[in-house]
């Protein structure tokens, strides 16, 4: 095997720190060709033709980066300070070091030892025993001593996900440099695996006994609309990075929810996991199947009297968010056309995204003239998706990815414009501004800036305001911040509840009694078979096939 075993013993230490998957099958048979004799330089020559590609291919396939095509469009977008602070952020000195004291060990111990036999017994190790290659960050607490939080007893009922699932931010936040007891218990012993998978499980059994049903809006209350703006790319994170958590736009919201869980790391599985809010949060793998009627918040709104339209800065076809659009069709709501609308950006497949003041100022324009008393407006924007370019000038030179703050400014201006609209037509709306996903502008451990490939609480993590336009309100009435950890079945309840005791229709608007109790929802999100649970202020990341590993990246939140 001769200098092979290096590249080996390299990918065994960046697997036992979690930095790497580890597939042992294909580590084998690559190992097992390296191994193989070669009679004369032609054969050795010929031996290593085929062995470093399938070596560079193997160590890309056991990498935690996405398909080629994504990784490449997310390199595009961005720059090299973000990779450079990528590749400075996984690469520590300590790695570097443990690096240099391996190989520095094996250039003296193979005069003496067949290191080749040890790399084969190791490979074979982490296929029998796959967890125990990893250093010990998980085997600090086993189901059995994690109690309540861990299996149940043979024979006993299984805990809920409430009497498993850590509260990192209740209702009320720890003061400033006191770490909440539930953290602290974590940060002495990390939940094993055994716990993690039984926590899992037990999560999605009791999200599948959750749903919302929306009462008829009385005939007689205050006629409202209700607008859902779903906008792509945007998490606390991000803006924590671009220092815009406190924007005039998020203060206009009356409600804010800080610890939204959008439960995806790319735009379409979020969309799909609104559209299907009114039930409890599903496997991934669930939201491609055909759409339980009871599940659908348009169908819920439509039964509740408001009649349901959609709306697109962008082709859906041409997009990637078909299943998105299958949803939508099912429930029948009509599509707006771009009429007058102006393209400011063109998306990596080419096609136009338009500017979303000018789609939504048209289409309240037309709202105003419609008869029917209660509308409910889905609308999506991929102003902030990764890739997009800007529309080219005649002759100017065709114009490279646009900015994320320059779209991320544009996209700001063109919500507050439009919220100004809605406020001086007078009629009465309830605007929800919610993000799908983060941008992964800073990166993590793990992953460069753009790629999104594990769903982290940093990605995840996403600013939802709620307006009540035209509400009699008190000018003193502060915004009300929901720490709680929701997600879009909250969102639903909130709705249901602005339908059951008309806001429009009170002497002063009390946000409060919308938000109080609102259903709960632990961290949980998955992307592409992998998924993140949180615990404390830890990420635990279960890969698919099986392996689960700690990230240590503490998502930022509004403060």
């Not at 720059?79 to 190989?103: N, P, R, Y």
């Not at 008829?216 to 924590?240: T, Y």
């Not at 409890?280 to 169908?299: F, H, M, V, W």
């Amino acid at each position: 095997m001769g200098l092979w075993s290096a590249y080996f013993l390299v990918k065994f230490l960046l697997f036992a720190h979690g930095d790497l998957n580890f597939d042992p099958w294909l580590n084998l048979l690559l190992a097992a060709f390296t191994a193989l004799p070669a009679s004369n330089v032609r054969q050795r020559f010929a031996k290593n033709v085929v062995a470093i590609p399938a070596s560079l291919v193997l160590l890309y396939h056991d990498s935690y980066l996405p398909p080629i095509t994504r990784l490449v469009s997310a390199w595009h977008a961005a720059s090299g300070a973000d990779l450079w602070a990528h590749l400075s952020q996984s690469v520590t000195w300590k790695l570097c070091a443990e690096m240099i004291v391996m190989l520095f060990a094996y250039g003296i111990l193979r005069r003496k030892l067949r290191i080749s036999t040890f790399v084969f017994i190791a490979i074979v190790g982490v296929g029998i025993a796959p967890n125990l290659g990893r250093f010990p960050v998980l085997e600090g607490a086993s189901a059995a001593s994690l109690g309540s939080r861990g299996a149940a007893a043979p024979g006993a009922a299984a805990p809920s996900i409430d009497a498993l699932a850590p509260r990192a931010i209740a209702t009320a936040v720890p003061a400033p440099g006191a770490a909440a007891p539930e953290a602290a218990a974590l940060e002495a012993a990390a939940p094993g695996a055994a716990a993690l998978d039984v926590r899992l499980a037990n999560f999605y059994a009791e999200q599948q006994s959750r749903q919302v049903r929306f009462p008829r809006a009385a005939e007689d209350g205050v006629p409202f609309d209700i607008l859902v703006l779903q906008v792509a790319a945007l998490s606390w994170d991000d803006l924590r990075l671009l220092n815009r958590m406190h924007d005039p736009l998020l203060g206009r919201f009356d409600i804010l929810l800080s610890h939204f869980n959008a439960a995806a790391s790319y735009d379409a599985p979020a969309a799909i996991r609104l559209l299907r809010g009114a039930c409890g949060q599903t496997p991934e793998k669930q939201l491609y199947d055909p759409a339980n009627r009871d599940c659908s918040t348009i169908e819920g709104l439509r039964n509740a009297g408001f009649a349901p339209q959609w709306l697109m800065n962008y082709d859906p076809q041409r997009d990637g968010m078909s299943g998105t659009l299958r949803d939508l069709e099912a429930a029948a709501a009509p599509a707006e056309e771009h009429v007058a609308a102006r393209p400011m950006w063109h998306s990596a497949s080419g096609a136009p995204i338009y500017d979303d003041y000018s789609i939504l100022s048209g289409w309240w324009a037309k709202r105003q003239s419609e008869p029917k008393a209660r509308i409910a407006l889905y609308y999506n924007s991929i102003t902030l998706r990764d890739g997009n370019r800007a529309v080219a000038t005649p002759g100017v030179a065709t114009p490279g990815v646009a900015p994320y703050d320059v779209r991320l400014s544009q996209l700001f201006n063109g919500i507050n414009r439009f919220l100004d609209d809605v406020q001086h037509s007078g009629r009465h709306a309830i605007v929800i501004f919610m993000a799908a996903e983060g941008a992964a502008l800073s990166g993590d451990q793990r992953q460069p800036p753009g790629l999104r490939e594990i769903p982290t609480s940093a990605i995840a993590s996403v600013p939802v305001g709620i307006a009540f336009i035209n509400a009699a309100r008190s000018p003193l009435t502060p915004q009300l911040k929901v720490e709680a950890p929701l997600s879009y079945q909250a969102v639903d309840e909130l709705l249901a509840r602005c339908i059951a005791d008309d806001p429009f229709d009170r002497g002063t608007l009390r946000p409060e009694a919308y938000t109080e109790d609102l259903p709960q929802t632990d961290f949980v999100a998955e992307n592409n078979g992998i998924t993140v649970v949180r615990s404390g202020d830890q990420d635990m990341v279960r890969t698919p096939d099986g392996l689960w590993s700690r990230l240590d990246a503490a998502p930022a939140r509004y403060r």
